[in-house]
């Protein structure tokens, strides 16, 4: 595709479910990135993957959030046993390569609200 | 620990006039890249521009330019002859050499009036 596209678009679950984000980059970017944006503030890293592996998960916020890249392209972040705090935007970017050499193109993200 | 702090909440401005939107940052790196990122309301954040600090030339970008102060770690986006399609979200981000996760700061609101 053009760009970064993320399913679904928006996501209401209740409390204590489990739910998937996903996200496509664009093709041939080895780079992905998974953001959390809370209401009112600038996005917050959460994972970065280079190909198949994270290289960094760093910004994961528990053991309940997970993220994979099985084959080097989509990417689901999985969160189980949700929470009302887990509601934000997630937003997926990709880049070609390193983030420090080529932009990081963002999707438009998926608004998930935990009720 | 690197922050970016943006001080101003919201902006408005005129049609055809110009705007400066401010961001400060602190760091102990010497080797790092600044953005300014576009967030509309379809939520897609969009790049306007890159700054590499190594470089003493300021960024420009068409109607778009910073002012980058890198002994007072400042950052600042100047809009020139601003378009309603500038009204969004913006975001000031830094990245540290050799890292690859963005920290953004908490947002400046354009409006733009007719």
């Known amino acids: 595709g053009a760009g970064v596209s993320q399913t679904p678009s928006n996501k209401v679950t209740e409390k204590g479910k489990y739910v998937e984000l996903r996200c496509d980059p664009i093709s041939g970017h080895t780079a992905l990135y998974w953001y959390r944006q809370s209401l009112g503030q600038g996005p917050e890293f959460l994972i970065y993957?280079?190909?198949?592996?994270?290289?960094?998960d760093s910004g994961l916020p528990n053991d309940r959030f997970f993220a994979v890249r099985p084959e080097g392209s989509v990417s689901t972040l999985k969160i189980q046993r949700t929470e009302r705090g887990d509601s934000a935007v997630y937003l997926c970017?990709?880049?070609?390569?390193?983030?420090?050499?080529?932009?990081?193109?963002f999707g438009p993200g998926t608004r998930l609200t935990v009720l | 620990a690197q922050t970016v702090t943006q001080s101003q909440p919201e902006m408005s401005v005129q049609e055809a006039e110009t705007v400066t939107l401010s961001c400060t940052y602190d760091?102990?790196?010497?080797?790092?890249?600044l953005f300014w990122y576009k967030q509309p309301p379809s939520r897609q954040m969009i790049l306007v521009i890159r700054?590499?600090?190594?470089?003493?030339q300021n960024a420009t970008e068409n109607r778009f330019s910073v002012n980058f102060q890198k002994a007072a770690k400042s950052f600042s986006l100047k809009i020139s002859d601003s378009q309603l399609g500038d009204a969004a979200m913006y975001f000031c981000?830094?990245?540290?050499?050799?890292?690859?996760?963005?920290?953004f700061g908490t947002g400046t609101r354009l409006q733009v009036f007719p």
């Open positions: 760091t102990s790196e010497s080797d790092y890249y």
């Open positions: 981000a830094y990245l540290a050499d050799g890292t690859d996760k963005l920290i």
């Open positions: 700054q590499e600090a190594y470089k003493q």
């Open positions: 970017a990709s880049s070609l390569d390193r983030a420090s050499t080529d932009t990081q193109y």
């Open positions: 993957f280079q190909g198949t592996g994270a290289a960094d």
